[in-house]
């Protein structure tokens, strides 16, 4: 799911060097203008951004979408995507979208009438919304190939499934979940109360962005699984890891851009509330679940019964390397998901 732990991960991945940076493809914005979320709120002139790799094709039949993680922005993924790292771009017209929240598409830190603590609340669901109508309505693609997305992204992805079912021939979750599970809630409530009672973070109306060492701690302690972390991190290290996990970077995310995708993800349930097994069933796509058996941030039970559901496969990663799979198993990663684009 998480902003600068996954980043971090990803830029190595990526090589994204500042120059790799310059060399995203540009980013560009499509005006959805007042957009009516599920629970009847309206986001005032929302703005969605985007990034596009490679070439839309006559028919426009190589098209895949990319969901962002929390937090992450298309700047972030267009770098992996290009790298080749997950699977080769060159055949494909990829459109990486930034999700509701992330800073770049309408949220909370740069809406001009609903600042801060005054932005709408939106769900997982939401952001699926506005995505199909970037690309149906902006765009002019009423199909794609693919749906793919790691954490968050693995999340958009089962919705665009459950939502949209025959939008795409097949929908790649990685490190997503069609369902929280309570440990899952667990976890991300304890982060919400950390951002909630800390002093700085002042109910959201900040003057400057707060630093949040405890969130940032929690993240620390979770996103690894504890034997990676302990391979990783010599006790005569220990006290530079702590003191580093705390520090937030001084270019980082919103804290309310934050908060509120994590409570989009909290309320994120593909059968609303209804029976996964109904969901399964409606969905036309293929699914090729993909995650990590020692995920401490996202269970990786649901994604595999879920698959279990529509007798197709799922991918567990045999590595102790928790939610950051990608550092450590993106051979095997590749090698799914491009077979699943075959």
């Known amino acids: 799911m998480f902003a600068r732990h996954i980043s971090l991960v990803l830029c190595a991945i990526a090589f994204a060097s500042p120059a790799a940076y310059?060399?995203?493809?540009?980013?560009?914005?499509?005006?959805?203008?007042?957009?009516?979320?599920?629970n009847k709120a309206i986001i005032n002139d929302c703005a969605i951004g985007y990034r596009t790799i490679g070439t839309l094709n006559a028919d426009k039949s190589n098209a895949i979408l990319f969901t962002t993680w929390h937090t992450g922005t298309s700047r972030d993924a267009a770098g992996m995507l290009q790298s080749g790292a997950l699977f080769d771009p060159a055949p494909w017209y990829v459109i990486v979208v930034d999700a509701l929240g992330n800073g770049v598409s309408c949220s909370p830190s740069n809406s001009k009438s609903q600042p801060g603590p005054a932005f709408p609340q939106f769900s997982v669901r939401d952001m699926v919304d506005s995505q199909h109508k970037l690309l149906t309505e902006k765009l002019g693609i009423k199909h794609v190939r693919a749906v793919m997305g790691y954490s968050m992204g693995g999340m958009q992805t089962f919705q665009w499934a459950a939502s949209y079912p025959s939008f795409m021939d097949v929908a790649i979750p990685i490190a997503g979940t069609p369902r929280l599970t309570s440990s899952d809630m667990l976890f991300l409530r304890i982060v919400e109360k950390s951002m909630l009672d800390d002093p700085a973070y002042a109910g959201g109306r900040y003057a400057k962005n707060p630093a949040l060492p405890m969130y940032n701690l929690l993240f620390a302690m979770n996103f690894d699984s504890p034997a990676h972390r302990s391979a990783r991190t010599a006790p005569k290290d220990f006290e530079k890891f702590f003191r580093e996990s705390q520090a937030s970077d001084p270019d980082g995310t919103d804290a309310n851009n934050s908060l509120w995708q994590i409570r989009a993800v909290l309320g994120h349930d593909i059968a609303q509330g209804g029976k996964l097994e109904d969901a399964a069933a409606n969905i036309k796509a293929h699914i090729y679940p993909i995650n990590?058996?020692?995920?401490?941030?996202?269970?990786p039970a649901p994604p595999i019964a879920f698959a279990k559901?529509?007798?197709?496969?799922?991918?567990?990663?045999?590595?102790?390397?928790?939610?950051?799979?990608?550092?450590?198993a993106m051979p095997a990663m590749k090698a799914v998901v491009e077979k699943a684009l075959r």
């Open 309 to 328: 559901l529509r007798k197709e496969d799922a991918t567990i990663l045999d590595t102790d390397c928790g939610h950051a799979a990608l550092r450590c």
């Open 22 to 38: 310059a060399a995203a493809p540009q980013q560009q914005f499509a005006s959805l203008g007042d957009l009516q979320l599920e």
């Open 292 to 299: 990590a058996a020692q995920d401490h941030l996202v269970n």
